[in-house]
C-alpha cells in the first residue's frame, strides 16, 4: 500500500509565527513529538515528559491556537469533561530569506478537513 505525503503551504504570517516560536520552544516540541502516534491527554503529557502541568496547558493552548494540534474530547462515568491531542504535523519545513519566509507542513495522519 503507497502511503501519500500530504504538505500544507502556511500562508498566514500570523499561523507562521506561531510555527516559529514553537519551534523555538522546547517544551512545544516535547508535545509536538509526544502527541505524535496517539492522542494523549495532558496529564499524561506532562507524565511522560516530566513538564509541569500548567505549562503543559500553557503550550497546549499555544499549538491549539496555531493549528499545530487537534483536539478530541469526551465526558468520562463521573461527569467529567476530558480532552486528548494530537500533533497535526509530523514535519515542518523553513525556508527563510531576506524578503519571506517559507513554511511546508507534512501532515500526520491528514483527514480532508486538515488539508483545505
Known sequence: MLDLIQTKKIIDEQRKQVILESLADKYCQLILKNTLDKPKSAMIISQEENIPLSTVYRKL??????KLL??????????????????????????????ETKIDCVLNNPKPEDIN
Open 61 to 66: 493552548q499555544k499549538l491549539c491556537d496555531g
Open 70 to 99: 487537534a483536539i478530541s474530547g469526551s465526558i468520562n462515568r463521573d461527569g467529567k469533561k476530558y480532552f486528548l491531542y494530537m500533533s497535526k504535523i509530523r514535519e515542518i519545513g523553513i525556508h527563510w530569506s531576506v524578503t
